[in-house]
């Protein structure tokens, strides 16, 4: 009788194991089929298809507890272009949702309330548009929510009301995405840039430091130096000489990024630092185009970078575009961004 019940016991126990690994093996499933939808047509290496739960909670993309469940997501700043799939509903043990800094598009999807551990959304700095979801609205008052710097629709004033909503900046103003910051205390696990500043541990170093080429042309289209070189919003009403213009637009274009561009939270603790180098086309029209990362000290610092490039796009103005001989033309253009801890 002994022998029959301790063989049951570890017939239990083997079951059991059995179920939390068959389990997890669904979980890394699912995860590797949201991650493609999050990332959209194209490839990013850094983030591979995960084989195993053991790789998933290696992950700097990822945090599980001590009973391998995965209770997090953080792919803030990770170049992600796609959609966010209701199916990330289906990761029952999530505590937080990090995606901010991205570019992804679509609405928000319905069925974040079925997480009952969520405490923490941020779809900061995307381009996510609609309504937010009747589901949603439900939790807010529960979690804290960023939906800041997105094309959410807010028109309905009693809506605002009751979410309680506590911000509404945007990056300038006038062509940027809406801006809407749900939250109970502001006291999120990866900050904003209300509560976590890092605007004085970035240094913008000299273009001229970076780019010794002093080649005029690129190609047949393309120029590095032009008679006038393009010019950062915000300057041009004044009444300013043509030198004078250009000072004003290279400190407006410095401080545009001083307030917006961010320090990634992952490299921040790892202590990493380095010189990121953007490069980027400022267009005959005056819109940004072709940004390429050209130096990466490695982490997430070059998508930061790339980011607040991309992001120029949404200021309230376009760039004053290169002049030649009396006509706007392409102008190839190269940013250097330190990354500093203090």
């Not at 529960?142 to 004033?157: C, K, M, Y």
């Not at 202590?271 to 940004?288: K, R």
């Not at 790339?306 to 103005?317: P, T, V």
């Amino acid at each position: 009788m002994v022998n029959l019940y301790s063989t049951f016991f570890w017939l239990l126990i083997s079951l059991g194991v059995g179920n939390t690994a068959f389990s997890q093996k669904v979980d890394v499933d699912l995860l590797n089929q949201i991650i493609a939808e999050l990332i959209g047509e194209q490839d990013i290496p850094e983030i591979p298809v995960f084989t195993s739960s053991k790789q998933v909670c290696d992950s700097p993309y990822m945090t599980c507890n001590k009973k391998g469940q995965l209770i997090g997501l953080d792919f803030q700043f990770a170049n992600l272009n796609g959609r966010i799939p209701e199916s990330i509903s289906s990761l029952p043990n999530l505590e937080y949702i990090n995606l901010e800094y991205n570019y992804l598009s679509g609405s928000i999807p319905v069925g974040l309330a079925k997480l009952e551990k969520l405490e923490e959304l941020s779809f900061h700095g995307n381009f996510l548009t609609g309504p937010i979801p009747a589901d949603l609205i439900q939790i807010s008052t529960a979690i804290d929510i960023d939906l800041s710097q997105n094309v959410i629709e807010t028109s309905d004033d009693k809506l605002i009301r009751g979410l309680k909503i506590v911000d509404q900046v945007n990056l300038e103003g006038c062509r940027s995405p809406d801006s809407i910051y749900i939250s109970n205390d502001k006291n999120l696990r990866f900050g904003n840039e209300e509560i976590m500043p890092v605007l004085d541990s970035v240094e913008i170093e000299s273009m001229r430091e970076i780019d010794k080429n002093n080649s005029t042309e690129v190609d047949d289209a393309l120029f590095k130096v032009v008679e006038s070189m393009p010019r950062f919003p915000g300057c041009e009403d004044l009444d300013l000489i043509e030198e004078e213009k250009h000072k004003c637009a290279q400190e407006k274009m410095l401080q545009f990024i001083y307030r917006n561009l961010k320090y990634p939270a992952i490299d921040r603790e790892m202590g990493m630092e380095g010189m990121v180098v953007c490069q980027f086309v400022i267009l005959s029209d005056g819109s940004i185009g072709d940004v390429k990362l050209m130096r990466n000290p490695g982490g997430r610092l070059g998508n930061s970078g790339m980011w607040i490039i991309n992001r120029m796009n949404y200021i309230c103005e376009k760039w004053v575009p290169g002049m030649q001989n009396g006509m706007p033309v392409k102008v190839l253009y190269t940013l250097p961004l330190k990354f500093k801890l203090q």
